[in-house]
């Protein structure tokens, strides 16, 4: 049988009952469009993160007091609440592999502005927080070491707590808020982050010193410590040099005993790209229903098919038809209904990709993958699902057939 010749019958045979197979072909649809719908939401959503995550800097580590967590290479340890000092803050800025240290001191106020207030998280920090965080300031500027060495009342607004005390997008540079009944100046704005770095929009910056003067009280201990690394290349060996130093300081013989904890931007990084692929296989294998329910919609509707056409197989065997010939046709008739299906599905699931963006506001990203998978998986269905009715059709005797009513 010339290819050409199957392609016409295999044509004529799906356009001759256009409804049955428009509702199979539906079924694809559905199917393909969804799983593409639902990596282009994880995949959107994984980069989305990353993205925002490395414009905060990607060679950051976080010193934390206390138990360990599994992003350390020193897990399991025993340690109070209480043990980083600012001591320690010193001793890593001697370190040859750091660029910025800043401690951290915080603690949730009320802040009051001339007509305004708002509950919001106030941080005390170096200077040099600015440079680790890779903070952009809209308005104003960054305060200095000097306000840090006077303990000056002065602070930068994240953008959210801008927009609650002095209204959206205006300029608040020089006036002053009030924070547990202290007067603050306010000198800076940062620039919004957005997305799910949104928290870091909604509190405000004063000066360490100042934090714990008026605001936290005065302690030897830090809530936890913020490094930079010079480069990206030296964030490994600043790392193990910082909790070399600290087992010292600390007089810790057992780094299973450490009382803190170091976290890199890199751990983090992957932390939550393991989360967005979680998520995505998640919303894929739910959206895959659908493509099983469409295949064994194309077995159902093939298996009819054989059914109505016995006679027809019965007179092709009986002029020389070869079983691989039949079994063939019936295949290739499965194949490209789920190939139409496939393409119009890709479409399907391009529109969905782009609905949820516009409508529902989330990041997406359709990739050449997903789109190669798609093509991938409706072929797939095609051959798995229409094997059993074309074997059947195949194995059909011609005197049966000729005689089936």
């Known amino acids: 049988m010339l290819i050409s010749d199957l392609f016409s019958e295999t044509t004529s045979a799906i356009l001759s009952n256009k409804l049955r197979s428009s509702l199979t072909i539906l079924g694809i649809v559905i199917g393909i469009g969804s799983v593409i719908g639902m990596i282009s939401i994880g ?14 800097g990607t060679n950051m580590i976080y010193v934390m007091p206390g138990m360990q967590t599994n992003f350390s290479p020193v897990s399991q340890g025993r340690g109070t609440a209480q043990s980083l000092t600012i001591d320690d803050v010193k001793a890593i800025e001697e370190i040859p592999y750091v660029s910025d240290v800043s401690p951290i001191a915080t603690r949730r106020f009320q802040v009051i502005s001339k007509s305004s207030n708002t509950n919001t998280q106030i941080i005390g920090v170096y200077p040099a927080y600015a440079n680790i965080q890779n903070i952009k300031l809209e308005y104003g500027s960054f305060f200095t070491d000097d306000d840090l060495k006077r303990a000056s009342k002065v602070a930068i607004l994240g953008s959210l707590t801008r927009d609650d005390l002095f209204g959206e997008g205006t300029n608040p ?70 909790t070399n130093l600290l087992l010292q300081r600390h007089r810790i013989d057992d780094p299973l005993d450490a ?12 932390t939550a790209s393991s989360i967005t692929d ?10 895959a229903i659908s493509l099983l329910v469409g295949g064994i919609g194309i077995m159902n509707m093939m298996m009819t098919t054989v059914n109505e056409r016995i006679r027809e197989i019965g007179l092709r065997k009986a002029i020389g038809a070869k079983n691989r010939e039949i079994s063939l046709q019936f295949l290739m008739e499965s194949i490209i209904l789920s190939l139409i299906g496939g393409i119009i599905g890709i479409i399907f699931g391009w529109l969905l990709s782009y609905g949820v963006k516009m409508f529902a506001g989330l990041p997406t990203q359709i990739t050449l993958s997903s789109i190669l998978l798609a ?31």
């Open 375 to 405: 093509c991938g998986v409706s072929s797939l269905i095609g051959i798995v699902f229409g094997y059993w009715p074309a074997k059947k059709a195949a194995a059909l005797n011609p005197i049966d057939a000729l005689r089936y009513e």
């Open 278 to 287: 979680t998520m995505t296989i998640l919303l894929t294998s739910i959206a």
């Open 43 to 56: 995949s959107g959503s994984k980069t989305n993160i990353e993205s925002r995550l490395q414009s905060m």
């Open 173 to 242: 540079v020089g006036n002053t808020i009030k924070i547990n009944g202290v007067i603050f100046k306010v000198v800076g704005v940062m620039e919004a982050k957005g997305g799910a770095l949104s928290i870091v929009d909604d509190q405000v910056l004063v000066p360490y010193t100042t934090a714990q003067r008026f605001l936290t009280g005065t302690s030897k201990y830090v809530l936890a410590i913020y490094v930079r690394a010079q480069s990206d290349q030296l964030i490994s060996a600043a790392k193990t040099a910082i």
């Open 259 to 270: 009382d803190f904890s170091i976290i890199t931007q890199e751990d983090i990084l992957e």
